[in-house]
Protein backbone atom coordinates (compact mmCIF):
# COMPACT_ATOMS: atom_id res chain seq x y z
CA UNK A 1 0.00 0.00 0.00
CA UNK A 2 2.72 2.61 0.74
CA UNK A 3 4.38 1.74 -2.65
CA UNK A 4 1.58 2.35 -4.24
CA UNK A 5 1.21 5.86 -2.62
CA UNK A 6 4.15 6.82 -2.95
CA UNK A 7 4.18 6.05 -6.57
CA UNK A 8 0.94 8.03 -7.22
CA UNK A 9 2.85 11.15 -5.21
CA UNK A 10 5.94 10.58 -7.31
CA UNK A 11 3.25 10.35 -10.68
CA UNK A 12 1.43 13.65 -9.46
CA UNK A 13 4.67 15.86 -8.43
CA UNK A 14 6.13 14.67 -12.49
CA UNK A 15 2.78 15.49 -13.81
CA UNK A 16 2.69 19.73 -11.80
CA UNK A 17 6.17 20.14 -13.10
CA UNK A 18 5.72 18.96 -16.74
CA UNK A 19 5.02 22.11 -18.50
CA UNK A 20 4.48 23.46 -21.95
CA UNK A 21 5.84 26.86 -23.11
CA UNK A 22 5.35 28.81 -26.44
CA UNK A 23 8.22 31.24 -27.25
CA UNK A 24 7.65 33.03 -30.94
CA UNK A 25 10.12 34.37 -33.36
CA UNK A 26 9.08 37.39 -34.80
CA UNK A 27 9.73 40.15 -32.22
CA UNK A 28 7.04 41.37 -30.21
CA UNK A 29 5.03 38.62 -31.96
CA UNK A 30 4.55 41.03 -34.12
CA UNK A 31 4.52 40.45 -38.66
CA UNK A 32 5.45 43.76 -40.02
CA UNK A 33 4.17 43.62 -43.92
CA UNK A 34 5.56 46.80 -45.08
CA UNK A 35 4.34 48.76 -47.45
CA UNK A 36 2.80 45.53 -50.22
CA UNK A 37 0.84 45.47 -53.70
CA UNK A 38 -2.39 44.13 -53.71
CA UNK A 39 -1.36 42.46 -56.74
CA UNK A 40 2.33 41.45 -56.14
CA UNK A 41 1.72 39.66 -52.36
CA UNK A 42 -0.73 36.84 -51.63
CA UNK A 43 -0.98 38.04 -48.08
CA UNK A 44 0.43 34.79 -46.07
CA UNK A 45 3.14 35.03 -43.28
CA UNK A 46 3.96 32.50 -40.77
CA UNK A 47 4.61 32.93 -37.56
CA UNK A 48 7.39 30.52 -36.39
CA UNK A 49 7.60 29.12 -32.59
CA UNK A 50 9.52 26.96 -30.67
CA UNK A 51 8.02 24.48 -27.56
CA UNK A 52 10.68 25.40 -24.88
CA UNK A 53 8.93 23.34 -21.87
CA UNK A 54 9.26 19.54 -21.00
CA UNK A 55 5.26 18.79 -22.15
CA UNK A 56 3.61 18.62 -25.65
CA UNK A 57 2.21 21.95 -26.64
CA UNK A 58 -1.38 21.62 -27.32
CA UNK A 59 -2.78 24.52 -29.89
CA UNK A 60 -6.08 24.61 -29.50
CA UNK A 61 -7.91 27.41 -31.18
CA UNK A 62 -6.61 30.67 -33.41
CA UNK A 63 -8.96 33.26 -34.57
CA UNK A 64 -8.73 37.02 -35.89
CA UNK A 65 -10.48 40.10 -34.63
CA UNK A 66 -11.76 39.83 -38.31
CA UNK A 67 -13.00 37.95 -41.52
CA UNK A 68 -10.34 39.64 -43.37
CA UNK A 69 -7.58 37.66 -41.66
CA UNK A 70 -7.38 33.86 -41.99
CA UNK A 71 -4.95 32.01 -39.38
CA UNK A 72 -3.92 27.93 -39.66
CA UNK A 73 -2.27 25.99 -36.92
CA UNK A 74 -0.97 23.23 -36.36
CA UNK A 75 -3.29 20.38 -34.82
CA UNK A 76 -1.34 17.70 -33.43
CA UNK A 77 0.94 18.15 -30.06
CA UNK A 78 4.40 19.87 -30.72
CA UNK A 79 6.79 18.00 -28.59
CA UNK A 80 9.31 19.61 -25.88
CA UNK A 81 11.70 21.25 -28.09
CA UNK A 82 10.43 21.10 -31.76
CA UNK A 83 9.16 23.87 -34.01
CA UNK A 84 5.64 24.75 -35.43
CA UNK A 85 4.24 27.79 -37.35
CA UNK A 86 1.17 29.15 -37.22
CA UNK A 87 -0.03 30.39 -41.22
CA UNK A 88 -1.94 33.77 -41.17
CA UNK A 89 -4.01 35.08 -44.51
CA UNK A 90 -5.02 38.20 -44.79
CA UNK A 91 -7.37 39.07 -47.67
CA UNK A 92 -5.18 42.60 -48.82
CA UNK A 93 -7.82 45.12 -48.73
CA UNK A 94 -6.02 48.25 -49.51
CA UNK A 95 -5.63 50.74 -46.86
CA UNK A 96 -3.32 50.31 -43.61
CA UNK A 97 -3.14 46.81 -42.09
CA UNK A 98 -3.63 46.29 -38.09
CA UNK A 99 -5.20 43.00 -36.94
CA UNK A 100 -4.74 40.44 -34.21
CA UNK A 101 -4.84 36.75 -33.82
CA UNK A 102 -5.58 35.11 -30.71
CA UNK A 103 -3.92 31.64 -30.09
CA UNK A 104 -5.42 29.63 -27.55
CA UNK A 105 -2.81 26.82 -25.70
CA UNK A 106 -1.78 24.42 -23.08
CA UNK A 107 1.56 26.97 -22.67
CA UNK A 108 2.72 27.95 -18.89
CA UNK A 109 4.06 30.83 -19.45
CA UNK A 110 1.40 32.95 -20.85
CA UNK A 111 -1.65 34.09 -19.14
CA UNK A 112 -4.79 32.21 -19.20
CA UNK A 113 -2.91 30.10 -21.82
CA UNK A 114 -4.00 32.75 -24.69
CA UNK A 115 -0.86 34.98 -26.99
CA UNK A 116 -2.22 37.73 -28.92
CA UNK A 117 -0.25 37.84 -32.48
CA UNK A 118 -0.24 41.04 -34.32
CA UNK A 119 0.14 41.87 -38.52
CA UNK A 120 0.70 45.62 -39.96
CA UNK A 121 1.54 47.26 -42.55
CA UNK A 122 0.10 49.12 -45.60
CA UNK A 123 -1.35 47.53 -48.47
CA UNK A 124 -1.40 49.65 -51.58
CA UNK A 125 -2.95 49.72 -55.57
CA UNK A 126 -0.59 49.93 -58.29
CA UNK A 127 -1.20 52.57 -60.45
CA UNK A 128 -0.92 51.35 -64.34
CA UNK A 129 -0.23 54.00 -66.77
CA UNK A 130 -1.90 52.55 -70.24
CA UNK A 131 0.81 52.60 -72.93
CA UNK A 132 -2.11 53.84 -75.01
CA UNK A 133 -2.59 57.15 -73.33
CA UNK A 134 -0.72 59.84 -73.70
CA UNK A 135 1.61 61.70 -72.36
CA UNK A 136 0.69 64.88 -71.35
CA UNK A 137 3.50 67.90 -72.05
CA UNK A 138 3.37 70.80 -71.07
CA UNK A 139 2.41 73.61 -73.31
CA UNK A 140 5.89 75.50 -73.53
CA UNK A 141 7.74 72.58 -74.80
Given at each position: MKKIILFAAVLVSA????????EFKA????????TVSKDSDDGVRKFEFTNTGNAPLIISNAQSTCGCTVPSYPKDPIAPGATGEISVKYNMNP???RKTITIECNAANVESGRVALKIKGEVIVKQEVSPLEKKKTSPMQ
Amino acid sequence: MKKIILFAAVLVSAVSFAQAKIEFKAKDNTIDYGTVSKDSDDGVRKFEFTNTGNAPLIISNAQSTCGCTVPSYPKDPIAPGATGEISVKYNMNPGPIRKTITIECNAANVESGRVALKIKGEVIVKQEVSPLEKKKTSPMQ
